[in-house]
């Protein structure tokens, strides 16, 4: 399988591994998912030992600042701010693990 982009865990460049899912969504927040989810070498070891709560530690960086919340400009949230993106963060996870279905597959290079 190739696939590019970014890991849909972290957000690091150039995930190795992919994830069957079926799609879903978070009807409160009016998005979801579209099936599969790539994830980076590390992602995929905490996802295959079942890791989540340090998955979601990983999401969120040293700084207090989540990769995709950076990406789109917004580096300075307050403490409650960061909480609630923790607690939606694992609210997706948790919506993943319940939709995977399958083995990792590895990503190809393109």
């Known amino acids: 399988m190739t696939i590019g982009g970014k890991c849909d865990f972290c957000s690091a460049a150039h995930p190795t591994w992919v994830y069957p899912a079926r799609s879903f969504e978070i009807a409160d927040h009016g998005w979801g998912s579209d ?10 070891l905490l ?5 989540y709560k340090q998955l979601v530690n990983r999401r ?3 700084n207090g600042i989540t990769h995709a919340f ?8 307050s403490k409650r701010e960061l909480r609630e993106i923790e607690i939606q963060t694992e609210r997706l996870f948790n919506k993943f693990r319940r939709a995977r279905k399958g083995t990792r597959q590895l990503i190809e290079a393109a």
């Open 47 to 51: 996802i295959e030992k079942e890791d």
């Open 60 to 62: 969120m960086v040293p």
């Open 70 to 77: 950076a990406d789109i400009g917004m580096h300075h949230l």
């Open 35 to 44: 099936g599969a989810w790539a994830a980076c070498e590390d992602c995929s």
